[in-house]
């Protein structure tokens, strides 16, 4: 098999994989038996002051979400807030990368997408459902 035929075929059964109920979409970085709550978890300042993580895959999507510049909620995106994020809305993340606020609408990163909380992680990231 050619190697980029198999590297995308491996691509697509870690993808098909990772899409349980309440799983992250992309990395499968979280825990398949975590609590997720939709829309949930700290927003603006109480995210920032908690240092609550955006996940994987609205971190690897950022370039295809909307750049809200370097000030959210009267909130600095800065080095020291790198990677911090919350849902705006049952389908959007706000997430801190590389000095700007980042806005990513989960529900274009794939259908059904909505933005989860995860408990255990302390982490927002898109996910689906089964």
Same mark, same amino acid.
């Given at each position: ?15 098909a994989?990772? !899409?349980?109920p309440? *799983?992250? %979409?992309? &990395?499968? $970085?979280?825990? =398949? ?16 002051d ?7 895959t609205?971190?690897g ?7 809200q510049?370097?000030e959210?909620d009267? !909130?600095?995106?800065? *080095?020291n %807030?790198? &990677?911090? $994020?919350?849902c =705006? ?8 990368a590389?000095?700007?606020w ?11 997408a ?13 996910y689906?459902?089964e």
């Amino acid at each position: 098999m050619h190697t980029s035929t198999s590297t995308t075929l491996r691509a697509l059964l870690s993808l098909a994989l990772c !899409i349980l109920p309440a *799983a992250p %979409l992309g &990395g499968c $970085g979280g825990d =398949s038996g975590a609590t997720v709550k939709k829309a949930g978890g700290k927003k603006g300042s109480a995210a920032a002051d908690a240092k609550q993580k955006s996940g994987d895959t609205a971190t690897g999507n950022r370039s295809s979400g909307t750049d809200q510049g370097a000030e959210s909620d009267g !909130i600095v995106c800065d *080095a020291n %807030l790198e &990677g911090v $994020g919350w849902c =705006s809305s049952d389908a959007a993340i706000v997430l801190c990368a590389e000095g700007s606020w980042w806005l990513v609408d989960c529900s274009a990163v794939s259908d059904g997408a909505y933005c989860g909380y995860d408990e255990d992680a302390d982490v927002v990231d898109c996910y689906v459902e089964e």
